[in-house]
């Protein structure tokens, strides 16, 4: 890496959201140790909030001090390795060949800072070949004292023919309301390998959030993601790309609720590289207050013999809150089949009235309709299914206040 030129990065601007100025916060000294039991009363406070029970956590990370827990041997069994990517890349030289080689350090000021100032710190996980990962990886990243900033740089591999199920909760605990989170992902799906990745963000009114990820699919390989975001939050940015090969999936599916006066620029690319590849990405935006949301998506596709589909829909429930949606379908081959839909709304007075004729009152009829208008049949396991419905259930309260 040219050191100099990603300091030269350290000014640059992101393409999308706010620009930040990270001299403003602080930032905290890695530190990383074992523990029996996650007590940490900030990760204990916040790992609900993101449907996280705090005893099943693998890896945490509260600001830049890393927790391992007991569930990291448990996995150990079945050759599963998770530990911190600084720690991986000390040990296993095959780590080394993985980190930064999917995202570019000069990609922004945020992507540099990580790369410069971030100690490496954020999970590394790693599936030995043929392994079908029985239980969810649980991980929580953790912001738990004001103005502060935390980079985390996370990287995971299945190898060809696994499988596994990661969850991760990025939350803080009440009492903090300011901080910036940078996390950047390098993600690998190797052949015939699935990853089914979960994300929940629970922030504060004022956090900035810019998580930077990459993921490749390799030659039949799958990729499911299913992000949640529902709390305040000063601006959130962010836009993973996939690259997929040959037959390779991916499902992209996207639940935003936007509240108060924060700024949500939240999207996703995919790149269709081999035939057979192909993709489906849904979002469901449900906006509120003075909020501001652009969902993103675009598909480009290489190769011929791929498809790929947008769906986007929103729902505004205050007259000063705005949706955006930018669907970009690209085809550089004859023979690739894009497509993509939009559409946003209000919530049906006909449909609010139906249900009072049915006994519900007017609030319980449309908490009854946002909660239908989020559901997403997106391929998730049962168990990361029940929590996601958990999680919906909270984003239904909130989203209807």
């Known amino acids: 890496m040219d050191v100099e030129e990603i300091k030269k990065a350290l000014d640059k601007p992101a393409k999308y959201g706010p620009d930040i100025d990270l001299q403003r916060y602080k930032l905290e000294d890695v530190l990383i140790e074992e523990v029996k039991e996650i007590a940490d009363p900030g990760v204990v406070s916040a790992a609900p909030r993101v449907g996280l029970a705090s005893d099943k956590l693998t890896y945490v990370q509260a600001n830049e001090k890393v927790l391992y827990t007991a569930m990291t041997r448990a996995l150990s069994k079945y050759g599963v390795l998770v530990l911190s990517t600084r720690e991986a890349v000390e040990r296993f030289p095959r780590a080394s060949d993985l980190v930064w080689r999917l995202v570019d350090p000069t990609t922004d000021k945020y992507v540099a800072a990580a790369y410069l100032y971030g100690g490496e710190v954020g999970y590394f996980i790693y599936v030995p070949p043929y392994t079908k990962v029985p239980v969810p990886i649980y991980t929580c990243l953790a912001i738990t004292s004001n103005n502060t900033v935390q980079f985390a740089h996370n990287v995971v591999y299945v190898d060809e023919g696994s499988e596994a199920n990661v969850v991760t909760g990025c939350a803080i605990p009440h009492g903090v309301y300011s901080g910036v989170?940078?996390?950047?992902?390098?993600?690998?799906?190797?052949?015939?390998?699935?990853?089914?990745?979960?994300?929940?963000?629970?922030?504060?009114?004022?956090?900035?959030?810019?998580?930077?990820?990459?993921?490749?699919?390799?030659?039949?390989?799958?990729?499911?993601?299913?992000?949640?975001?529902?709390?305040?939050?000063?601006?959130?940015?962010?836009?993973?790309?996939?690259?997929?090969?040959?037959?390779?999936?991916?499902?992209?599916?996207?639940?935003?609720?936007?509240?108060?006066?924060?700024?949500?620029?939240?999207?996703?690319?995919?790149?269709?590289?081999?035939?057979?590849?192909?993709?489906?990405?849904?979002?469901?935006?449900?906006?509120?207050?003075?909020?501001?949301?652009?969902?993103?998506?675009?598909?480009?596709?290489?190769?011929?013999?791929?498809?790929?589909?947008?769906?986007?829909?929103?729902?505004?429930?205050?007259?000063?809150?705005?949706?955006?949606?930018?669907?970009?379908?690209?085809?550089?081959?004859?023979?690739?089949?894009?497509?993509?839909?939009?559409?946003?709304?209000?919530?049906?007075?006909?449909?609010?009235?139906?249900?009072?004729?049915?006994?519900?009152?007017?609030?319980?009829?449309?908490?009854?309709?946002?909660?239908?208008?989020?559901?997403?049949?997106?391929?998730?396991?049962?168990?990361?299914?029940?929590?996601?419905?958990?999680?919906?259930?909270?984003?239904?309260?909130?989203?209807?206040?």
């Open 181 to 401: 989170h940078v996390g950047v992902s390098e993600f690998y799906v190797a052949r015939n390998a699935k990853l089914t990745f979960t994300m929940v963000h629970a922030w504060a009114e004022g956090l900035h959030v810019r998580p930077r990820t990459r993921v490749s699919v390799d030659e039949g390989g799958e990729y499911v993601s299913y992000y949640v975001t529902y709390s305040p939050v000063a601006s959130i940015q962010t836009y993973p790309v996939v690259n997929l090969g040959k037959n390779a999936r991916a499902y992209l599916a996207s639940i935003i609720a936007s509240s108060k006066s924060g700024v949500y620029d939240i999207g996703s690319g995919s790149v269709l590289e081999a035939p057979g590849a192909s993709v489906e990405n849904a979002s469901r935006v449900i906006a509120r207050d003075e909020s501001s949301v652009y969902a993103r998506a675009e598909i480009e596709a290489l190769e011929s013999d791929t498809r790929g589909h947008v769906e986007c829909l929103g729902l505004l429930l205050s007259p000063k809150a705005t949706i955006s949606s930018i669907p970009i379908i690209t085809s550089r081959k004859q023979g690739a089949v894009l497509s993509h839909e939009a559409a946003i709304g209000l919530i049906a007075q006909k449909e609010i009235d139906y249900l009072m004729s049915r006994g519900f009152t007017e609030e319980e009829a449309k908490a009854v309709l946002v909660r239908g208008f989020m559901n997403i049949e997106a391929p998730i396991p049962p168990v990361i299914k029940k929590q996601v419905d958990t999680i919906l259930d909270v984003v239904t309260k909130y989203a209807v206040g």
